[in-house]
């Protein structure tokens, strides 16, 4: 049987920011920037699909200010220029935005202990549970795959957004996305066809 690729996506986390070394849910997109380390991972990303000759037609790219700092250098180095795409952002976490685990604790431990029980239903205040993040993203991204029919594409993105891409294309249960590792700086591939899609590799980190 011959299967026809509708579209190639390879999806890059974006680089490191002192809030994802701080382990902190945050969905604010003016900050923080990209730090030291973030700017390493994502020259060395760009590298990697510079030096591998990745064959690309389109890069998109979430609106966050550490996104387009990633792309910008994925763009230089590649020649390649990039639109943003304000759905592609990371999931709301209401108001858990900012905070880590520790300190959620501490200030919501009743609400931490219920999120855990019932991470399908249960959601802080102005957040997105993980069955509305994942259709948002989903959608996104068959919107994404509709205009670039027999394309390959790069999306740089948040690890929250790769995690839910990757659930979307594999039929994982909303409640088990947050089991995909995506380290930033990071590289997932997925091939989309009419029916099924089908991980190529995810969470390559070049060295």
Not at 62 to 79: E, F, G, K, N, P
Not at 148 to 161: A, E, F, G, P, Q
Not at 171 to 189: E, M
């Amino acid at each position: 049987m011959i299967f026809n690729r509708k579209c190639k996506i390879t999806f890059i986390c974006h680089g490191a920011t002192i809030n994802t070394e701080e382990n902190r849910f945050f969905d604010n997109e003016a900050f923080p920037p990209l730090n030291g380390t973030g700017r390493v991972e994502a020259e060395k990303i760009a590298n990697w699909v510079n030096n591998k000759g990745l064959k690309i037609d389109n890069i998109y790219v979430s609106s966050a200010l550490r996104t387009v700092q990633s792309a910008r250098i994925i763009s230089d180095i590649c020649r390649r220029d990039f639109e943003i795409i304000d759905t592609l952002t990371s999931r709301k976490s209401g108001e858990w935005s900012g905070l880590s685990f520790k300190e959620i604790e501490l200030k919501y431990p009743d609400m931490l202990k219920e999120y855990f029980q019932n991470s399908d239903n249960f959601i802080p205040q102005g957040a997105e549970s993980s069955g509305e993040f994942n259709k948002r993203i989903n959608q996104t991204i068959n919107e994404i795959i509709n205009k670039n029919i027999n394309k390959r594409l790069i999306v740089v993105t948040h690890s929250d957004v790769i995690q839910a891409a990757v659930a979307n294309a594999l039929n994982i249960p909303d409640n088990s996305t947050f089991k995909v590792y995506i380290p930033t700086g990071s590289a997932t591939q997925i091939s989309y066809f009419e029916d099924f899609s089908s991980l190529v590799y995810s969470a390559f980190k070049p060295v």
